[in-house]
């Protein structure tokens, strides 16, 4: 019995054998067909090498970080804006040197997914290791080379032990040349309680041999966050290549809006559909691609179902969420339905939009800034304008509480001036933002950066810090001064001054452009690049009609004055002028729901809600009579945000005409007698006293000697017959 188990254990072990070798043979003939052993030298033969393989033009950089990455001599750093083909940078390094082996920690699943088909599009042998796909099966295969790439979250390197196994493997050990990380400025920014694991590298990186080099590949790495990353991996800058590319994302509007309400309240997104939602025909035109960065899953859902119920029927699908808690089939429909344009736009976390590559994106919104560092915000706008010829929007609302509050007079205590006194700022202390300053934990990377810092306003609850760079950029903070301290249209203030700040390494200087004929490295630059060159210096061209709807853009700051303001309504018991107004809405909305009947199928309640008609119905009850505060259909849709109000506006102020009508103007009487120049008589003197004994008041005083009640007294006290005291009145007393 004995023999024949260890029989069996030998045969098995010879079929795993051969089944290796079978694997190992398949792969080394893939990749003599897919690879090049020609490995050049210099940058124009990797060049004209890549173009001939796979019909592709390397910038210049891009061909410098392949030939870096093939000499295998240093590690490599790329810093490259979002959208700039940095997947190019160390995908063409796969080209050469068939029997290499890399593999790429991808922070997101859909990043990775698309990771896989663009290498496997380029015939690299990819696999991807992720919960759903690690197998006994896949791993064999890996380690015998079948695959040239393996792509996968640090939590499949790190957290699984029988992939951790394969940097054992001899062979996998042997061939494996870099581990490259893509996006790699997370390592630090979410290497925490985030995600925990991408601290945990310690373990795969003490089972590497030493000649595998580290690529990190990152658009928004600062000058700490590269030190710390750097100083990980025991990168130096004698021993790594860093190529650096400006990041600047010059087809980009970037703008600033305030919050009209709470967070909580979506209708400042409205903008992102076309006019008249609710009566879209089927085969109504799309509008500007775009997506909308959430700060929490439950925000994406409701702030897409707000705009859904804003859309008819057939219409509603366009608009969706996209978040990380979803499955993978139903994240892979709505990511291809959103790259082919049958889905307009996209409400999302980072799940979808770290490495996303959707060419035609217009419109990108971030809807908050609790919490938001710089890096995060410049990879969120980065989804945007992708295609270099196409103008593009990124556009940030802040919460109302970030902005002082105007007119705050509430009473100074002890503690306000003690405060004070420890401070030399002119701002209150409930606004001023203290600055949280990390630990230097390695002096000898200094030269790349200062640590980094983070905001939190003090005087309210416990929040997640915003980083000061983020407050700059909204206008929140004083802008520090660098050596670019001017946007590209002149000495004027530009928000593109903050990103220049914070990637600014004045050590590292720029790898040299291709020229000017590349649209990669010298895309066109358009006319307009924020709202505050749009404020100071407005352009010879009116706006495009979606720039401006996106930026509610009427006139110059300065000539806009409102006079209006949404009123704060409270509950009220309706009266019968309330009654009967609600009556004449009801009445208007079925009439005018009778007459689009044939082509509008919604039913009354999508021209106009019941939500919209108590409102009217409040305001109109609240209104003053001298200045009623609708009075044209622009206040109407200031106070509603009835979509409707351009088209029905004037209908329903005539209803609110007829049961509460405007007050007339009040008559001032006309003088009889022309002006003189004369002072106005005084008015005369009057007695209390002798007004309430119904005695003559006018012309005296009570207080008076020639007052006659004062007179009357005076002759009884001179008379005997004292009346008593108890039985006069006080107020005829002396």
């Known amino acids: 019995m004995v023999h024949y188990l260890s029989s069996c254990t030998l045969f098995g072990d010879v079929t795993a054998h051969i089944a290796r070798s079978v694997l190992l043979s398949d792969a080394a003939a893939r990749a003599r067909r897919t690879a090049s052993r020609t490995v050049p030298t210099t940058i124009e033969a990797t060049r004209a090498e890549v173009k001939r393989m796979i019909d592709v033009t390397l910038c210049d950089w891009q061909a410098a ?23 190019l940078a160390f995908l063409s390094a796969m080209l ?36 759903k796909t690690i197998s006994e099966s896949l791993c064999q295969q890996a380690e015998v080379g079948v695959f040239r790439s393996l792509i996968g979250p640090p939590e499949a390197w790190n957290a699984n032990k029988r992939v951790r196994d394969i940097v054992k ?46 690529v990190l590949v990152s658009a928004t790495f600062t000058r700490s966050s590269l030190r710390d990353t750097m100083s990980i991996f025991n990168m130096t800058r004698d021993n790594t290549e860093i190529i650096r590319v400006p990041n600047e994302l010059r087809n980009i509007f970037y703008a600033v809006r305030r919050m009209s309400g709470p967070a909580d309240r979506y209708d400042d997104l409205v903008f992102l559909l076309p006019d008249n939602p609710l009566t879209l025909a089927i085969d109504a035109p799309a509008p500007p691609k775009f997506m909308v960065f959430m700060q929490s899953k439950t925000d994406c859902k409701n702030a897409a179902l707000h705009l859904r119920r804003m859309l008819p029927e057939h219409h509603q699908d366009k608009v969706c969420w996209f978040t990380a808690d979803k499955t993978d089939a139903f994240k892979d429909n709505r990511m291809k339905r959103f790259t082919e344009g049958s889905v307009w736009g ?16 217009r419109i990108c919104v971030q809807w908050g800034i609790e919490g938001l560092t710089f890096e995060g915000l410049y990879q969120r706008f980065g989804r945007g304008g992708r295609n270099r010829s196409l103008q593009g929007v990124a556009l940030l609302f802040v919460e109302d509480r970030f902005y002082p509050k105007t007119g705050d007079k509430r009473k100074r205590t002890a503690g306000d001036e003690a405060d004070e006194d420890e401070s030399e700022s002119d701002e209150p202390v409930s606004k001023r933002p203290c600055i949280e300053q990390s630990q230097d934990s390695n002096a000898s990377m200094s030269a790349i950066g200062p640590p980094s810092t983070t905001v939190t306003l003090k005087g309210s609850k416990p929040r997640h810090s915003t980083d000061p760079a983020v407050l700059e950029f909204a206008g929140l903070l004083p802008r520090q001064g660098s050596a670019h301290d001017t946007g590209h249209n002149g000495s004027i203030p530009c928000r593109l001054m903050t990103p220049r700040s914070v990637y600014d390494f004045p050590d590292i200087p720029f790898y040299p452009s291709c020229g000017p004929d590349c649209q990669r490295c010298n895309p066109p630059v358009f006319e307009l690049c924020c709202d505050l060159h749009l404020r100071t210096q407005p352009p010879a061209s009116p706006l495009p009609a979606w720039i401006a709807r996106a930026l509610d853009w009427t006139a110059p700051v300065s000539d806009q004055k409102r006079t209006n303001r949404v009123r704060a309504l409270k509950s009220h018991i309706p009266g019968d002028r309330e009654k009967r107004l609600r009556t004449e809405l009801i009445a208007w909305r079925q009439s005018a729901y009778e007459a689009r009947r044939p082509a509008f199928r919604w039913g009354p309640c999508a021209l106009l809600s019941d939500n919209i008609i108590d409102r009217i119905v409040s305001i109109a009850h609240r209104q003053s009579s001298s200045s009623p505060p609708m009075k044209t259909s622009v206040d109407l849709k200031f106070q509603t945000r009835w979509e409707l109000s351009d088209r029905y506006g004037d209908d329903i102020l005539k209803c609110i005409a007829r049961v509460f009508p405007p007050a007339p103007p009040p008559r001032v009487p006309l003088s009889e007698t022309s002006n003189t120049g004369t002072p106005p008589t005084r008015k005369p003197p009057t007695c209390s006293s002798c007004s309430e004994a119904n005695l003559p008041a006018i ?35 002396i």
């Open 65 to 87: 970080a392949t030939l870096a990455q093939n000499t295998r001599k240093k590690h490599v750093v790329v810093l490259a804006p979002c959208g700039g083909g940095k997947t």
């Open 96 to 131: 050469f040197n068939p029997t290499a082996v890399r593999m790429v920690v991808s922070p997101l699943l859909a990043l990775g997914h698309q990771h896989v088909k663009t290498f496997t599009d380029r015939g690299i042998p990819a696999c991807e290791f992720t919960s």
């Open 169 to 214: 493997h001899s062979y996998f050990s042997s061939h494996l040349s870099h581990i490259i990380f893509d996006e790699g400025h997370l390592i630090k920014e979410w290497g925490g309680t985030f995600r925990p694991e991408y601290s945990n590298f310690d373990v795969i990186m003490s089972r590497l041999q030493p000649d595998v080099k580290i």
């Open 346 to 361: 996209m409400f999302c976390t980072d799940a979808a939009g770290l490495g996303l590559d959707v060419n035609d994106i």
């Open 699 to 733: 012309g005296h005083r009570s207080n008076e000697n020639r007052c006659p009640l004062k007179l009357q007294w005076t002759e009884i006290l001179a008379s005997d017959l004292v009346t008593p005291l108890s039985k006069v009145s006080r107020r005829t007393s």
